[in-house]
């Protein structure tokens, strides 16, 4: 089986208020996880809600990025779903991660799209089995 | 503990190649389906990638919706992604499976941001039980 698409669910907990609540600091923060990650940015859009809140999707040419924010929670949903060889979506956690100063996290890892093929490829990475690797590395 | 968020991690196979490149009916079946689904657009964009394939998300004031379609797979990877009690992303399901007729499907939902809280209610749907007793109704 080949998988077309890499997907991470991220929650970050315990962030502080006001930085979850400053649209051009997250607007930027995700512009840059994109950048450093490899992906080409398409178009980025975010919006701030009130009384609170940030929503932000930063659309690349391998899929997206995403965050929704609760400031009044300290929490951030954040989305990395890449696909090619080319990106590595660990890099734009790391980058977030040092950016949001979540005090706890935690991330699912998703294949999306399993395709017939003779390549136990995944959309990001080599192969399955050396993603996992990383994965325990990254962990 | 109460969930902020839920959401469906949607894998559609087996969609026709005409649709799954046409930019402009996928972004007009995700934009009703963020209608039916009782959600507010705030931004939606979408974009068709050369040869082939669309990527596109609606950004709503209840989090996203996001789309992006390997044609040449007869492949789309779907994400409905809701907070509030006011909005049901499974009637976005069944209004994209509708749109898209894929032969076969894959679903995995995802509870979003748990907070400590004093009731078992999840962004959608009116308590986790309840919510789980729904999705077995659908299934």
């Avoid at 512009?31 to 398409?42: L, R």
């Avoid at 009384?51 to 954040?78: K, N, R, T």
Wanted: with cysteine.
């Amino acid at each position: 089986m080949r998988a077309l698409g890499y997907h991470l669910l991220i929650e970050f907990y315990g962030c502080g208020h006001d930085i979850l609540n400053d649209v051009g600091k997250i607007k930027n923060l995700m512009d840059e996880a994109a950048i450093v990650s490899g992906a080409s940015i398409v178009e980025s859009v975010f919006h701030r809600f009130n009384p609170h809140g940030v929503s932000g999707v930063v659309v690349i040419a391998e899929s997206h990025l995403a965050i929704h924010s609760w400031p009044e929670y300290g929490y951030a949903a954040v989305d990395l779903f890449t696909c090619g060889e080319d990106v590595n979506p660990w890099k734009a956690y790391d980058f977030l991660k040092k950016g949001l100063e979540p005090q706890s996290t935690s991330t699912k890892e998703i294949i999306r799209g399993e395709i017939p093929g003779d390549e136990d490829r995944v959309g990001y990475g080599p192969t399955l089995a050396k993603t996992e690797h990383a994965l325990r590395e990254h962990l």
